[in-house]
């Protein structure tokens, strides 16, 4: 098991750009969630998406996109930068039955807008 | 709104002694509880979980209790060790932990020696 990878590790972006973050899952998981997490605050979920389908939406604007490939790794996208959406940025893959008890989350991208 | 709250942004305990973390939550609909632990520069891990049908689950030095009448969840960690250092965060989920979870924004806890 290779756990999850994420990239870039750091970021740094200026307002009104776009971004694309990326999640590398777990052998084996065909689940993967995207998590926001501002400072000082829980993770907020963003979306997740299962075998290629979005299956849940958290409250975002569509500006936030993703994909899931079909080897499961995963793509969150960002329109149009906004300074709030400085924060780590989390993916968390997972075997679909399993739910949140089995999810791994990756370390993170840290995106800093300015 | 906050739905999940951790009241408490930090704490501290001697190695030994008993680690109580406490959450709150506000939506009845909300049907399966879970606890992570987070190192700096590492994402959250999966600590324990409760359903919504029990009041109690213990796996090793880690309890967690629920009182779905208060909508209060806590933790105990018997002994505290000093790699318990972590922030932990309490997460729920109106899916029995399938798909979207509401997270507290975290406890600090420091075990001291």
Redesign the interface.
Known sequence: ETG?TQSPTHLIKTRGQQVTLRCSSQSGHNTV?W?QQAL??????IF?YYREEE??R?NFPPRFSGLQFPNYSSELNVNALELDDSALY?C?SSVDGQ??????????TRLTVV | DQQVKQNSPSLSVQEGRISILNCDYTNSMFDYFLWYKKYPAEGPTFLISISSIKDKNEDGRFTVFLNKSAKHLSLHIVPSQPGDSAVYFCAASASGGYNKLIFGAGTRLAVHP
Not at chain 1, 40 to 45: H, I, K, S, T, V
Not at chain 1, 99 to 108: I, M, V
């Open positions: 999850v969630s998590y000082g605050q829980g993770p907020q979920f997740q299956n849940g958290g989390l968390a739910g949140a008890s089995g999810y791994t989350f990756g370390s993170g």
